[in-house]
């Protein structure tokens, strides 16, 4: 069974960085697409980047500019680097990826605190 392992939550003062990590468990299986969402309280789901196989990446308004998205394929890993970060930002982030049968899967999330 596929799993993806988040990494690099954690707690952080308004400014600082932060840089998540999703991998995946079975270095055979590569998905055309993975991105981040993030949850927090009383809120819903959101998306917060995404990246596809070939590079192109999108980002939700709220964190243009401050995050990057990214993969490593030969790793099969994705990346989130977060800059700036703003108490706002504070939520359950999760990775998501589809694989090529366009089954979803999901990690089991990392928080990431911003204070201020």
């Known amino acids: 069974q596929v799993q993806l392992v988040e990494s690099g939550g954690g707690l952080v003062q308004a400014g600082g960085s932060l840089r998540l990590s999703c991998a995946v468990s079975?270095?055979?299986?590569?998905?055309?697409?993975m991105s981040w969402y993030r949850q927090a309280p009383g809120k819903q789901r959101e998306l917060v980047a995404a990246i596809t196989s070939g590079g192109p990446t999108n980002y939700a308004d709220s964190v243009k500019g401050r995050f990057t998205i990214s993969r490593d394929n030969a790793q099969n890993t994705a990346y989130l680097q977060m800059n700036s970060l703003k108490p706002e930002d504070t939520a359950v982030y999760y990775c998501h990826a589809i694989d090529p049968r366009a089954f979803h899967y999901w990690g089991q999330g990392t928080q990431v605190t911003v204070s201020s």
């Open positions: 079975r270095s055979t299986v590569r998905f055309n697409y």
